[in-house]
Each structure stands twice: as C-alpha cells, then as structure tokens.
C-alpha cells in the first residue's frame, strides 16, 4: 500500500482552510500508475472517512466487476463544477484490495498531485489541495460552487458549537464546586453542568463534540481514546495473558500490574515498544532487547498485541470529529476542589494520516492501565501533548472565558 507524502505549504493552506470551515474530508495522492490504469488505492483514512459518513463500506462489499458501486460525484475545479461518478470495487485479484476510481480526475490532476474527497448529503464533492487556491476562490467577488458547497457544510456544523460554548459560558465562569477531589472530578462536573450523564459510549460527548477536561499546568498528555488490541490478530490473546508475560509486582500486592507508558521512539523499562507496519497498515506493541545495537536498532523478542489502523482512525473520527479542549483553573477550599473554565481550544476534523505519522514519531503515545490494584477497569489509552495537538488538528479556536 502506497502511503501519501507530506502536504506541501500551499497544500497544508488549503487543508487549514477546510478544517477552519469545519469541512471534514479524506485525501488521496494521484500516482502516474493511478492516473494511467484508472485505479486508486481506497488507503485506511479514506476507508474510513467513508465508513464513518455512511458513503460506503468496503468489508462488506464483494470482489468482481459485477459487484463494483457508483456513487455521484462532482469535481470543483475553480469556479467550475464538473458532475461525474466515483467507482467502488474490489477486484478479485490481490486479496480484493479496496479500490476507487473517480472518472474524468485524470483531466484536472498530474502525478503526484493530492486532492479532498468531501461528502455531503450522499453526494461526493473532489477539489484539488494542489492546484485549486481554496481560499481565493471561496473569497471570489464571483459566484462559484466552492464557496456554495464550503457554507452550506459550514452552516450546518456551527449551530450545535455555539449552543454548547453559550452553556459554558453561562454554566462555568464563575467558580464551581467539584462532587469528588480526585483526577477526573472536574470533567465528571462539566458533564454533569452540561447534563450529560456518566456512560462508556465510545462517541462524543454533547451531540457530537467531544469534552476534554484538564487543569492548567497539568504536566499530563491528552487522552485521545481509548481502544483495546485487536486479538484475532494479537499474538497475546487476552489482558490477561500480556500481564502474565510483562507485567510487575508493586507495593506487596501478590498480582501482577502493567501501568507504563508505550511509545515507537524505544522500548521501555519494561522492553516495551510500539511500531507502525505500513506493509499490513496496523500498529503492533512488541517486546525488544533494551540495549541499542550497533546499527541503532532494538532487537525485537517477540509480538505481543495489534491495533488495525483502519479501527484506530474510526475510533478517532467518532470522538474528535469535533472537539471542545478545556482548561480550567482550580483551587483548594475547605479540603473541596472548585474550579472555574479559562479558555477552551476548539478543534476539528483530525487529519488521519497525520494520526499514524505521530505514532511513528513517538508523539502519540499508548499508556495500559491494566490489572490496577484500584479494582478499575484495564484500559489502553491513546493521548497526545497538548502542544502537539495542532500536528493532528490544523486549525483551532480559541475561547476566552475567564483571565487568571
């Protein structure tokens, strides 16, 4: 599977731009291969972008010609708007790999060129991140049907982020009492000002926008979600077993316990390493030898659990399509922690294969949780730094509520 290369500045303008409009998209990098045989790889974020709109979804799709789906399509290029139709299939040669075409794409793309899929009302939408200048066109004194398409989608996302920012602002600006002194007591009495019941759904929070709670000068990452091994593929077939084989003794408690923090940069205390394999397009936990090698390698010991790419983007997707990161201040008063909201960064729209380019680098990060003493439930927890967060979202808001 052929991965796409790193937006250029012009290209990354664009896609600021989209996500600023609260435009969610997937992008796909045109090859000469691609462009000469009419075939495109459907790679795992445009997967499952599809999925996740209700577009189409290739795991149920059969292989062979008589099983490919067409869906209509129109390709914006500057001001015009050319209708065409995207071709879903999968052949019944190499494993029924996805594939996709988009007819009359070679007549506005060249080699190497990447361009934004968009879905909207059942409908896809194709404009060119490398030649088309998303913001000069949308800011055209001439009508056109870029700027239709990007304020019609914008419209329609806006209403619920100003409702849920006006509750905050009404329901948290002054100080508020926490219910328990303990980590999560703030976001438990958010959710709780907001009317949000305690529950484990995977998806967001308030009617689509995802809460992050966290206290300012918190030296702790941001949790992204949380998400467990996928065991038919995993070499380990159970948290049981994982803390069996690497987990630790603490504090006179005759069970194991496995509380460490995993990452790709290098093994940890306990040789514990993340590694994104591109070839099978998953992300494996390994155990390695810790002593470096002369070449600068680690000596991998054995497998130990696999995460499929494609679930990690859909879990991604489901909780950050759109994302309210606040910071509050707290004090101590009378053994009771109150708290007051400060600012909130709102995100939007993460670009998924920027997720597994930051899994390589070590910037994105798996802490298990699992057989705790506490009694709590095993978790394996997938967080980022907070100043590592425009890496994932490229564009944000900032909402002043109060000063310190």
Not at 54 to 59: A, G, L, R, S
Not at 64 to 80: D, M, P, S
Not at 128 to 153: A, G
Not at 357 to 364: E, R, V, Y
Request: aromatic share 10%.
């Amino acid at each position: 599977m052929i991965h796409m290369r790193e937006f250029n500045s012009f290209e990354l303008k664009n896609a600021r731009f989209l996500v600023n409009k609260q435009v969610a998209y997937a992008t796909i990098q045109i090859t000469a291969t691609g462009m000469k045989k009419s075939i495109l790889d459907a790679t795992v974020p445009v997967r499952a972008y599809f999925v996740e709109k209700k577009v189409h979804d290739f795991d149920k799709q059969l292989q062979g010609q008589e099983h490919k789906r067409y869906v209509r399509t129109f390709i914006l290029n500057n001001f015009e708007l050319i209708e065409t139709r995207t071709s879903f299939y999968r052949p019944n040669t190499k494993k029924g790999d996805p594939r996709i075409w988009i007819s009359k794409i070679d007549k506005f793309t060249s080699p190497d060129d990447i361009f934004s899929i968009i879905s909207f009302k059942g409908d896809l939408y194709i404009i060119n991140l490398t030649k088309v200048d998303i913001e000069s066109v949308y800011l055209s004194k001439i009508e056109n049907p870029i700027r239709d398409l990007i304020n019609s989608i914008n419209n329609m996302e806006t209403s619920t982020s100003d409702e849920l920012l006006g509750l905050i602002r009404d329901k948290m600006s002054d100080w508020i009492p926490t219910t328990v002194l303990a980590d999560t007591g703030v976001g438990r009495e958010v959710e709780k000002q907001l009317g949000i019941e305690m529950n484990d759904s995977k998806l967001a929070d308030y009617k689509g926008i995802e809460l992050k709670s966290k206290r300012i000068g918190s030296s702790t990452n941001s949790a992204l979600f949380t998400n467990a091994p996928d065991w038919d593929l995993s070499k380990c077939k159970s948290t049981k077993e994982i803390v069996a084989k690497y987990g630790y003794y603490r504090d006179g408690n005759p069970n194991k316990t496995l509380q460490v923090t995993v990452t790709a940069q290098k093994p940890n205390p306990q040789g514990l390493a993340l590694n994104v394999n591109w070839n099978e397009d998953w992300l494996e936990a390994n155990s390695y030898d810790t002593i470096l090698q002369a070449n600068g390698t680690y000596k991998k010991i054995d497998d130990i659990a696999v995460w499929t790419l494609f679930h990690l983007h859909q879990r991604l997707t489901e909780k950050h399509h759109e994302t309210f990161w606040i910071d509050v201040q707290t004090r101590i008063i009378q053994n009771r922690e109150v708290f007051r909201v400060l600012s909130i960064e709102h995100t939007k729209n993460p670009i998924l294969p920027q997720f597994d380019l930051l899994l390589d680098q070590g910037k994105i990060k798996l802490d298990l949780m699992l057989c705790r003493p506490s009694g709590h439930g095993d978790t394996y927890s997938f967080k980022i730094a907070k100043k590592d967060r425009p890496l994932l979202f490229p564009e944000s808001e900032i909402y002043t509520i109060n000063s310190i």
